[in-house]
């Protein structure tokens, strides 16, 4: 047994306040089942306790105030992410012969852990095939600019 090379990768764009803005509606247009489908399936995330639920996102059901904890992890992981990638520490920006995009990658090699900071983040957001697709719409505009 020994380590295995792990990488994760996201479409690379500029984050723009316009970008964010359809990030945040597409998250938003989600159904509350599948958020939460979503968190059990990819972020694992231990989410508060439902007591303390209505004293922070007022009154509802518990299935919504939950969806709105996950919604926001996943859009403080997107932006974390793409605000980043511009200053990468432990990430690099890569495209191949015949891709119309640049693709944000990190990883490296892995007792079980992630191998980097940033692939915590990552993983967290590259499982949500919806923002993928958009994210890779932004980053082919971006690549047409260069």
Request: with cysteine; net charge negative; glycine share 6%.
């Amino acid at each position: 047994m020994g380590a295995d090379l792990y990488l994760s990768s996201l479409p690379h764009c500029q984050l723009t306040d316009e970008r964010k803005e359809k990030i945040t509606e597409l998250v938003d247009s989600v159904s509350d089942k599948e958020i939460l489908a979503y968190n059990e399936d990819y972020l694992s995330e231990e989410l508060p306790d439902l007591s303390m639920m209505d004293m922070a996102y007022g009154s509802g059901s518990e299935e919504e105030a939950l969806a709105t904890v996950v919604r926001q992890l996943i859009l403080e992981n997107t932006f974390t992410v793409l605000e980043q990638a511009d200053h990468p520490r432990d990430v690099g920006s890569i495209f191949f012969p015949g891709m119309n995009y640049r693709v944000l990658v990190t990883g490296g090699m892995s007792w079980g852990d992630a191998p980097t900071e940033a692939a915590d983040y990552f993983d967290k957001v590259s499982g949500f095939e919806a923002l993928w697709d958009l994210l890779q719409s932004f980053a082919e505009e971006d690549f047409k600019c260069q």
